[in-house]
């Protein structure tokens, strides 16, 4: 999963599909009790630091949809964010534009062509 969308999807919907957080794990009460974890090719995998692993998955249960949600929060700010560049920009022309106008109905009238920078004003700037 190389798109981070991808992945926050995953993540919500494990996270709805899955019991309710958030989880905590303890060791098992007897040597008949076993968490166990198994590799690609279905072997046992017995090594390594378990009460890690399942720390880590108690932790993950709960941390993970936050995280996703998170990023969804951030990717909408995002969004508003670049609404808002794009009518600032846009706003930006238009007074540029405006400004131009003037400054060209202005030269009009000094050299005595009213009329034109009357008409000049008078357009719509798109």
């Known amino acids: 999963m ?3 969308n ?6 919500l919907r494990f996270d709805e599909e899955a019991t309710p957080g958030p989880w905590t794990w303890t060791t ?12 690609d090719y ?12 399942t720390a880590l ?4 249960r709960t941390a993970a949809p936050a995280l996703a949600r998170e ?3 951030l990717q909408g700010e995002v969004r508003i964010d670049a609404d808002a560049l794009v009518e ?9 534009q405006e400004a131009m ?4 109905a202005q030269w009009l009238e000094q050299r005595g062509d009213h009329v034109w920078a009357k008409a000049l004003r008078a357009l719509e700037v798109e």
């Open 101 to 104: 106008r003037e400054r060209c």
């Open 28 to 39: 098992p009460p007897s040597e008949d009790s076993y968490t166990c974890v198994w590799d």
């Open 42 to 53: 279905g072997d046992l995998v017995v090594e390594g630091n378990w009460e890690g692993d």
């Open 57 to 60: 998955i108690a932790y993950y």
């Open 71 to 73: 990023v969804q929060r």
């Open 6 to 11: 991808e992945t926050v999807a995953e993540v």
């Open 88 to 96: 600032m920009m846009e706003e930006s022309r238009r007074v540029g």
């Open 2 to 4: 190389n798109d981070i």
